[in-house]
C-alpha cells in the first residue's frame, strides 16, 4: 500500500491528515460504519467496516518502533478512507497508553 520508503509512525500519517480528511474519518466513525477493530498485542490490526450491504477488512501492520510497514483493504482502492480511519484509530489508541 505504500511506497518503499523510509518508516515513519501511526502519528506522523496522522498529523498530515487533512481537515476534510479528519471529517470523512469522524462520519465514518459516528455513523458506526467501522465495526470493530482487533490488535494481536503485537502490532498486527484488523478492522470491519460497513458500507451499505458490504463488510471492509482493513489491516495495519506496525514493526517494534510503531512504524507502519503494511496497509490492506480489501475495498482494494489505495489510500482509502477505511486505512486513514484505522490508522487514526490506532493513533487513538497509542495516545491514550
Same mark, same amino acid.
Given at each position: !500500500?505504500?511506497?518503499?520508503?523510509?518508516?515513519?509512525?501511526? *502519528?506522523?500519517?496522522? *498529523?498530515? =491528515? *487533512?481537515?476534510?480528511?479528519?471529517?470523512?474519518?469522524?462520519?465514518? $466513525? &459516528?455513523? #458506526?460504519? !467501522? $465495526?470493530? !477493530? =482487533?490488535?494481536?498485542?503485537?502490532? &498486527?490490526?484488523?478492522?470491519?467496516?460497513?458500507? %451499505?450491504?458490504?463488510? @471492509? #477488512?482493513?489491516?495495519?501492520?506496525?514493526?517494534?518502533?510503531?512504524?507502519?510497514?503494511? /496497509? @490492506?483493504? &480489501? /475495498?482494494?482502492?489505495?489510500? /482509502?478512507?477505511?486505512?486513514?480511519? $484505522?490508522?487514526?484509530?490506532? %493513533?487513538?489508541?497509542? *495516545?491514550? #497508553?
Amino acid at each position: !500500500m505504500f511506497p518503499q520508503q523510509e518508516l515513519h509512525p501511526v *502519528s506522523e500519517f496522522v *498529523s498530515k =491528515y *487533512s481537515p476534510q480528511l479528519r471529517q470523512q474519518i469522524a462520519v465514518i $466513525l &459516528s455513523n #458506526n460504519k !467501522m $465495526l470493530n !477493530m =482487533y490488535d494481536d498485542g503485537e502490532g &498486527s490490526y484488523d478492522a470491519e467496516f460497513q458500507e %451499505n450491504d458490504e463488510i @471492509y #477488512n482493513a489491516e495495519a501492520t506496525l514493526n517494534q518502533f510503531g512504524e507502519v510497514e503494511d /496497509c @490492506y483493504c &480489501s /475495498c482494494h482502492k489505495e489510500c /482509502c478512507d477505511h486505512i486513514y480511519t $484505522l490508522l487514526w484509530c490506532i %493513533n487513538k489508541k497509542q *495516545s491514550s #497508553n
